[in-house]
């Protein structure tokens, strides 16, 4: 019922820069908050951001100051621009969105397919 499609992801130089995107589509009433997850190769999949309908956001540590999250609530999408980008950032990034299909309805998580982002040293 609902996709996420994600896009943006990439081989890039350490301290480079991408942007990834992930637009959502299907029965969607609303999405009260969308996030970034990211997994490397042996390690668990972390929270990278997430920003809530209204706007406020939150960051992993090790991306404060280097990460900003965005929505366009309109089309549904969410952005990660990604600056000054380290080895230590290589992983599978996932777009995650809390969905309501319809008002008064319960929210379900949906997942993107994930997009590779390897940062050479």
């Known amino acids: 019922q609902v996709q996420l499609v994600e896009s943006g992801g990439g081989l890039v130089q350490t301290g480079g820069s991408l942007r990834l995107s992930c637009a959502a589509s299907g029965t969607i009433f609303s999405i009260d908050f969308m996030s970034w997850y990211r997994q490397a190769p042996g390690l668990q999949r972390e929270l990278v951001a997430r920003?809530?309908?209204?706007?406020?956001?939150n960051y992993a540590n090790s991306v404060k100051g280097r990460f900003t999250i965005s929505r366009d609530n309109a089309k549904n999408t969410v952005y990660l621009q990604m600056d000054s980008l380290e080895p230590e950032d290589t992983a599978v990034y996932y777009c995650n969105a809390n969905v309501k299909y319809y008002a008064g309805g319960a929210t379900f998580r949906h997942w993107g397919q994930g997009t590779q982002v390897t940062v050479s040293s």
């Open positions: 920003i809530i309908d209204d706007g406020n956001t």
